[in-house]
């Protein structure tokens, strides 16, 4: 498809090209200029028909977006920005350099600006800030034939016209009817009468990726968005749940591998801003892991006596270490979905014990018989690494599942106690209960 693109510009069959991206998806066409040369963009974007190119405009990253930016006439631009959804507006317009967005901005209707200013007035990651205004509202007493009058006038600009909501003069939210339910109920009904009267909500105020688990629990096309005297002030629709989705769960992941979150794409980065996000989280954990050195120190007289112990430091740390992840993630990923509450504290620990015990009885009786039988250790060497692992696996689950409940009941993110953190402290302690079993038991 590229190369026949590029036939087509170069050969300036500016008719076929069009017939061809018309019939492309905008995100479609979106990835296929990102693999053209950045001179081509401005005659490609053109090419296109305007609804297509504001859909396109959308879709594609920032950077590209500047680049056109900067080759738009004062019109162009107009035109392009008169066709986006605002909520659309406001995410380019937060991606934009300052001189960018005062373009941008200056081409704006006095209306347009009031709108954008009150979006971006909201707490980043809050609903408010994620939320568009085009919508379809209704009033309790039209009749079905006022409803679709008013959809007919006003839903061409609508972000969604499927569910429309119901307010009063106040803009109090009474409730929603969908198009279904106007096509299925007789012109004369009064929409008060077919309404659904039990709204789910958000509030300006809340984060944003609860929003997005209400969009998965109900299943919801779009969810209105209610200030604190539950006045509808926009609405939120299931594509912006769903780049909420993927912003979060990418965050999270970054996390539990011990980056500083970011925004751009991998191959946006430069070096020394990848270098930023690493090094803080790396510092910590080479400062952290020095307790473990500690405490090697410390038994340096123990693992002189008996260099074999040595030998298993790898090994016993290495499963600690899985093991806690294991836990962790598990209890991570339910923490997210609302499937685990501080409540669930008691019941969380009681099964990730069970569950410990049941992993290190396998790990140490396997781990027992290698030793025996392949490394030819003797018996009460082989017996202080396979209770130590036992040890590790029962500690190491127990701080996995525990910590992330913690530290979000405390306000922090779950997903910074993930794997690297909760690593360190079992390999601590997981080496502390090794030479204390290897004093207790080969007198050393």
Not at 7 to 23: D, G, P, T, V
Not at 274 to 292: D, H, V
Request: net charge negative.
């Amino acid at each position: 498809m590229r190369r026949q693109i590029a036939e087509l510009l170069e050969s300036k069959k500016f008719i076929e090209l069009r017939a061809l991206l018309k019939n492309m998806e905008p995100i479609d066409i979106a990835e296929l200029l990102e693999e053209l040369p950045e001179e081509d963009l401005p005659l490609l974007f053109r090419i296109l028909p305007k609804e297509l190119a504001a859909d396109t405009f959308v879709e594609m990253d920032s950077d590209q977006q500047e680049i056109l930016i900067s080759f738009f006439s004062d019109r162009e631009l107009k035109e392009v920005m008169d066709q986006v959804y605002l909520d659309d507006t406001v995410a380019i317009i937060e991606e934009m350099p300052a001189n960018v967005v005062k373009r941008i901005l200056k081409h704006a209707d006095p209306e347009m600006r009031m709108r954008i200013n009150g979006i971006l007035q909201y707490p980043k990651d809050s609903a408010g800030s994620i939320m568009t205004i085009e919508y379809v509202d209704l009033r309790r007493d039209m009749t079905v034939m006022d409803a679709f009058t008013r959809i007919r006038r006003t839903g061409v600009n609508k972000e969604t016209i499927y569910t429309c909501y119901v307010v009063d003069d106040n803009r109090t939210l009474l409730g929603l009817v969908t198009v279904k339910t106007l096509l299925l109920s007789s012109y004369g009904d009064i929409i008060e009468d077919i309404m659904e009267k039990n709204v789910i909500y958000a509030t300006t105020l809340e984060d944003q990726e609860h929003v997005a688990e209400k969009f998965s629990k109900y299943d919801f096309l779009a969810l209105p968005v209610v200030d604190m005297e539950q006045r509808l002030v926009g609405i939120i629709t299931v594509d912006d749940a769903m780049d909420v989705m993927e912003q979060e769960a990418t965050e999270d992941i970054e996390k539990m591998a011990a980056i500083v979150p970011t925004d751009k794409p991998y191959m946006k980065s430069g070096v020394f801003e990848t270098y930023r996000k690493r090094i803080p989280w790396l510092l910590m954990l080479m400062i952290s892991a020095t307790f473990t050195a500690m405490i090697i120190t410390h038994y340096e007289e123990a693992l002189g006596a008996l260099m074999v112990l040595s030998a298993y430091i790898p090994m016993l740390m290495d499963t600690g270490g899985n093991a806690g992840g294991q836990a962790s993630v598990t209890i991570i990923r339910g923490l997210s979905l609302g499937e685990i509450e501080y409540r669930d504290m008691p019941e969380i620990i009681w099964k990730e014990t069970r569950v410990a015990v049941c992993c290190g009885i396998t790990l140490a009786v396997a781990n027992f018989v290698k030793l025996m039988l392949f490394d030819q250790v003797g018996v009460l060497t082989s017996l202080v690494v396979s209770l130590t692992l036992l040890a590790a696996v029962l500690v190491a689950k127990l701080v996995g599942c525990t910590l992330p409940i913690a530290a979000k009941r405390i306000g922090f993110d779950p997903a910074v106690m993930a794997s690297p953190f909760i690593t360190t402290i079992v390999d601590a302690i997981s080496l502390m209960i090794y030479f204390q079993f290897a004093t207790l038991i080969l007198h050393i």
